[in-house]
């Protein structure tokens, strides 16, 4: 069978790139794409349009983020050769922290099985199935959330659209390794033993696959990661449930939960959880949550980006100056690529920063004290000196 990749070259904003030159460890998301296919055993051929694809044949937009295992059990869904079918998947606990009453919600992909009649294809719905669910450590409540937890699916789709359906689909991409190797003994194994296994951290950090020359120090935590070559990990650090791309360096004390940190970036003591950071980027600030951000980056130190609103159940996330709901509780920034952002800045939620943005902070201090023992407040960005009496106590 042929499956025929429609291109979308179209750029996402804030990135002057299309999704396909998105990278995750693997390569593009073209590339991944590419070798999903291959590996289903379909025969590739890259159209321009979906018109130009023969009868009973894989039909799919290369914007479109699929897990290991998607095209598998679409293939199987297909009931009869000569009809038509778009696949549809439930998505309502797609986000990192998801309510467990959160209701269903499905939604068309640009997936086709092309039959031999002209007919509207018949919706196939895939219901993933949570093989694991993590609730260690999470409240009970957290703004308009009750009953959190972080799933873990055996099979997983995201279109993207907008670049937070992006930060969406690195998230689940990071918990495919755990997915992974617990969803074949699921069903297998007696849940209670089951239970024990992925709530073990001696076990789950033998579960980690990791690259040649990387060093790992003693004191280091891993659960259930994927670190490619070449990869320095300090001191203290923990990381779970992450995919650390070649090359890059986590200094000591930094925490990256669920995330994505891209070929030879820099996290320097840094808290990150649920974030994408793409190659050559380096982060010094202190926390960095939901965020996307963009390749050959810079973060300073003391600047952060806000990740939710007061009374909002989602986030909307403003793009080419329009407000786009993203249905998401926690969403903070979406960050292109070459942007330099200095210290001491907060971003409100959803904001959409474009590509080679450098952003300063403007109460940076260039004038320095020439004398000892002075004293100065702060005015703008000068220093203004002061009396000495001032700062003592009165004699006399």
Request: charged share 20%.
């Amino acid at each position: 069978m042929k499956a025929y990749v429609v291109a979308n070259p179209a750029p996402l904003p804030p990135f002057g790139k299309p999704v396909s030159a998105f990278r995750f460890k693997e390569g593009t998301l073209g590339e991944r794409l590419d070798a999903q296919l291959r590996a289903a055993g379909l025969e590739v051929v890259k159209v321009d349009r979906a018109d130009q694809a023969t009868p009973r044949s894989i039909v799919v937009t290369d914007d479109v983020v699929l897990s290991k295992r998607f095209l598998t059990r679409f293939l199987a869904a297909i009931a009869d050769p000569a009809r038509s079918y778009q696949a549809e998947i439930e998505c309502g606990r797609f986000t990192l922290l998801a309510s467990a009453s959160a209701p269903a919600t499905w939604r068309a992909l640009p997936l086709t099985y092309r039959g031999d009649t002209a007919a509207a294809p018949e919706p196939v719905r895939l219901q993933p199935t949570a093989v694991f669910e993590f609730t260690e450590g999470l409240p009970a409540r957290m703004h308009l959330m009750t009953d959190i937890k972080v799933y873990f699916f055996d099979i997983w789709a995201v279109p993207i659209a907008y670049w937070f359906d992006l930060q969406t689909a690195s998230s689940l991409y990071t918990r495919e390794l755990v997915a992974d190797l617990i969803g074949k003994f699921r069903g297998k194994v007696p849940g209670r033993i089951l239970s024990w296994f992925t709530s073990s951290p001696w076990v789950m950090s033998k579960c980690n696959r990791i690259g040649k020359k990387t060093r790992i120090h003693r004191t280091a935590i891993l659960e259930g990661c994927v670190v490619g070559d070449g990869v320095e990990i300090g001191p203290y650090a923990y990381l779970r449930s992450s995919v650390i791309g070649d090359g890059a360096v986590i200094r000591e004390k930094s925490s990256i939960k669920m995330s994505y940190i891209g070929p030879k970036a820099f996290i320097m003591g840094s808290d990150v959880v649920n974030t994408y950071v793409g190659a050559e980027t380096s982060i010094f600030t202190p926390m960095l949550y939901n965020v996307l951000f963009g390749e050959r980056g810079f973060l300073s130190g003391g600047s952060g980006f806000a990740d939710f609103i007061l009374g909002a159940a989602s986030i909307p996330a403003t793009i080419n100056g329009k407000q786009v709901p993203s249905g998401l509780p926690f969403l903070a920034s979406g960050i292109g690529d070459d942007c330099f952002i200095g210290a001491n800045l907060l971003f409100a939620p959803g904001r959409t920063i474009p590509d080679g943005t450098k952003l300063l902070d403007h109460g940076l201090i260039k004038q320095v004290p020439t004398k000892p023992d002075g004293s100065f407040v702060v005015s703008g960005t000068d220093l203004v000196q002061i009396p000495d009496a001032f700062l003592k106590r009165g004699v006399g």
